[in-house]
């Protein structure tokens, strides 16, 4: 059992955008493996929980702040770690290393577990396994709340979740959320502009063949700029950013 979990990546051509710089949404794609990862290290990973409780971890909240983002081929470490569980969030930190060996960036999430079968929430009490105590401070010294609106909303774009964008819990995943919002916006205005912290709740799980409305609310060069996520009439994510 490693209290603290660290990992190498190398970025590859197929995680990277025009810039050859690591998208946001591929981030997000390393922040979940090394979280699978080290939940299945620490013996509370789907394939214990599931059966043995009948629950699934999911993630409802995350924050991540960039400083840099690293170039294609760049060797980056990340290392993550848990707190002790709450009565219903399972808080997890992680930083990420740049080839100079300096912070690039950092994430705070929260997680909760749900039934398998009727989604709904459940207690972390549930979950018998200990976590390792872990003297160090959060990532970000932050406390993840409601996201609220900012402003009229304006829909941006339609997307329709298909095959590509679930996970192993078919609904769609918290990376694709992120390709989403970074959607909303031109590609001139992602060559201007780049993201240097994100805040998402994940609200209500989305299903394949359903279909988000998007809306922002404020200008692009107003911060924080919010983004909200639609099934019909029920909000399925809200989301800040700041950008500069």
Not at 4 to 16: A, D, G, L, P
Not at 207 to 232: F, H, Q, R
Request: hydrophobic content about 35%; charged content about 30%; some cysteine.
């Amino acid at each position: 059992m490693e209290a603290i979990f660290k990992k190498k990546y190398t970025v590859q051509v197929s995680e990277i955008d025009f810039k050859q710089e690591l998208k946001l949404s591929s981030l997000f794609v390393y922040l979940q493996d090394m979280g699978t990862e080290h939940a299945n290290n620490l013996g509370v990973g789907r394939n214990v929980i599931q059966p043995k409780y009948g629950v699934i971890w999911v993630l409802t909240r995350i924050r991540v702040d960039v400083m840099r983002y690293p170039k294609f081929k760049e060797e980056i470490t990340i290392e993550t770690w848990p707190e002790q569980p709450e009565k219903i969030e399972f808080n997890r930190n992680f930083l990420v290393y740049g080839e100079d060996g300096n912070i690039i960036a950092k994430a705070f999430t929260q997680w909760v577990v749900i039934d398998s079968n009727s989604r709904r929430l459940r207690r972390s009490r549930i979950i018998e396994e200990k976590f390792p105590e872990v003297e160090r401070e959060r990532a970000i010294d932050c406390t993840l709340g409601q996201i609220k609106p900012q402003g009229d909303l304006e829909l941006s774009c339609k997307k329709t979740v298909g095959y590509s964008d679930i996970d192993i819990n078919e609904h769609l995943n918290n990376a694709r959320y992120i390709d989403y919002i970074m959607d909303c916006f031109s590609v001139d205005i992602h060559k201007k502009h780049s993201v240097k912290s994100i805040e998402v709740n994940y609200m209500h799980e989305v299903l394949p063949g359903e279909t988000i409305d998007l809306y922002t609310a404020k200008g692009i060069e107003e911060n924080p700029v919010y983004i909200e996520g639609k099934k019909e009439d029920k909000t399925s994510f809200k989301a800040q950013i700041t950008i500069e």
